[in-house]
């Protein structure tokens, strides 16, 4: 009698093919490749390395990782070799991130889980090109100081190429997924990794001379100004306000997402200086029409209203940042308020005497010292805090009058603290009269 052939369990629909090529172009990166690397394995299929003339161990530990290496001949253009990288990958997906960034492992699981829902959906891989992820800022102890977003995966399609020889960037064909709980975690932009890699100088050489071929784009301005302001001198700074200001004026389209590095420079530069009030508003306006996500910039409205004694206004931006802060699911867009949430509690202090509102002066003097308690030896939240007192004109005397709930002038390792904080966020006067102080008590 002949076998009954067994029935095939039915195990529901296939589950979508997601094959992710991870690429990047690098020049001596062996103390950064592995990290590189790692990140994605398991979830890459391939991992693609484009080097473009190392000198060190790279390439070498590149292939030990298991990479597929290619070489590409450096001519000043990042879209050059980058697109050269994404020509190589076969896979679906792609994510291009750079020798210095990665993403937590946690993530990754979450981005393929992303990715399939898109490969499953006709309508959603005609609908969308690529992910906008939230891109952190590292410092060199590994905290965050800055939220920003940047697309860094996308579609594998050909139409889908950067553009500009350097702040390149994929110019994307429809939309882009918001997918700010994806986490890039970036270190290259932190003091040590900076210096080291030595780009300011190459960044400037090869915007101004975009910015000769090109004297009218405002992204350029934009860029070689963000260029330039890094060189830290008085006069380095006010070419870049010029630019920014130009870039702004343009009558030339420029993207919100670009735009805001004149807004990140030009807002606390301008809030300082009580002749630029109104004009800092409206700075404070026009970023927020572009970038309404971004929160710092309803903090800078509101320390701007606090000066001009519009007290009640200026609680509702800062009760509107304090709520992103608190519930918001994603990662907030902000330069300022997630390392140094002290500050929007200072204004709110702020706006709370000017309301006479006693309870709430209660409130926020509590969360002030409850953060400096919990914080007593970090710079990022005491520095900040001592800045802004003395930018609002505080003496000397009224700032250690703030800190004596938390800082003890009569030990020597309180005093350093506030010295070191002060000195690392550039109130050297301030901080030599605290180092002073210490002196007299050893």
Request: aromatic share 8%.
């Amino acid at each position: 009698m002949a076998k009954k052939k067994a029935k095939k369990k039915n195990t529901g629909p296939a589950q979508p093919m997601v094959r992710l090529s991870q690429c990047m172009i690098v020049k001596n990166e062996e103390k950064n490749i592995e990290k590189a690397l790692s990140w994605a394995k398991g979830a890459a299929f391939e991992q693609i390395v484009v080097d473009t003339g190392s000198t060190d161990r790279t390439v070498e530990l590149a292939e030990k990782m298991g990479a597929k290496v290619y070489h590409f001949k450096w001519v000043d253009d990042f879209s050059a070799a980058k697109n050269y990288a994404m020509d190589q990958a076969k896979g679906n997906w792609i994510a291009i991130l750079d020798a210095d960034e990665y993403m937590p492992r946690e993530d990754v699981k979450e981005l393929i889980t992303m990715l399939k829902k898109i490969q499953s959906s006709p309508e959603l891989l005609r609908e969308y090109d690529s992910l906008n992820c939230s891109w952190l800022q590292l410092d060199d102890e590994g905290i965050t100081y800055a939220v920003l977003t940047q697309q860094r995966i996308f579609q594998n399609r050909s139409d889908l190429r950067y553009e500009g020889k350097i702040h390149e960037a994929v110019k994307l064909r429809n939309k882009y997924v918001n997918a700010e709980k994806l986490r890039i975690m970036h270190t290259g932009y932190a003091q040590k990794a900076f210096n080291e890699a030595d780009k300011r100088e190459r960044n400037i050489k090869l915007l101004r001379d975009e910015y000769e071929r090109n004297p009218d784009s405002p992204h350029i301005m934009l860029y070689l100004a963000d260029s330039i302001k890094s060189s830290g001198t008085e006069e380095a700074r006010s070419e870049a306000e010029q630019l920014y200001l130009k870039a702004l004026a343009s009558d030339k389209p420029a993207e919100p997402a670009i735009k805001r590095l004149a807004y990140d420079f030009l807002l606390p530069r301008y809030s300082t200086d009580d002749d630029k009030t109104e004009e800092a508003l409206e700075l404070c306006n026009k970023a927020i029409a572009d970038l309404p996500n971004h929160i710092d910039y309803y903090y800078y409205r509101a320390l701007l209203q606090n000066k001009k004694g519009s007290y009640k206004e200026s609680r509702e931006d800062l009760l509107k940042c304090e709520k992103v802060l608190m519930t918001s699911q994603a990662i907030p867009e902000t330069r300022i308020l997630l390392p140094s949430p002290i500050l929007l509690y200072h204004q709110l202090s702020i706006s709370a005497r000017g309301l006479e509102d006693e309870q709430a002066i209660i409130k926020y003097d509590s969360i002030i010292h409850t953060m400096l308690e919990e914080g007593k030896d970090q710079t990022t939240v005491l520095g900040p805090y001592l800045v802004t007192l003395f930018q609002q004109g505080k003496t000397g005397t009224e700032v250690f009058d703030k800190l004596l709930p938390v800082y003890d002038p009569n030990k020597p390792q309180d005093l350093m603290l506030v010295a070191r904080a002060a000195k690392d966020y550039g109130i050297v006067v301030f901080a030599q009269r605290v180092m002073d102080l210490v002196k007299g008590l050893i």
